[in-house]
């Protein structure tokens, strides 16, 4: 699925390397949100 969003948008940052097993859901989500609006961020200035 990946490889097919890549090719419809070269951009794409993969959220994959924040989930693990052993790591709670929450914590994880929030890390990815946090990911997503500093990207969206930097794109703005």
Do not use: C, D, G, P
């Amino acid at each position: 699925m990946e490889m097919w969003i890549r090719e419809m948008n070269s951009n794409l940052h993969s959220l994959q390397a924040f989930y693990a097993e052993e790591k709670v859901r929450r914590i994880t989500y929030k890390k990815m949100v946090n990911a997503m609006t500093t990207e969206v961020t930097a794109e703005r200035k």
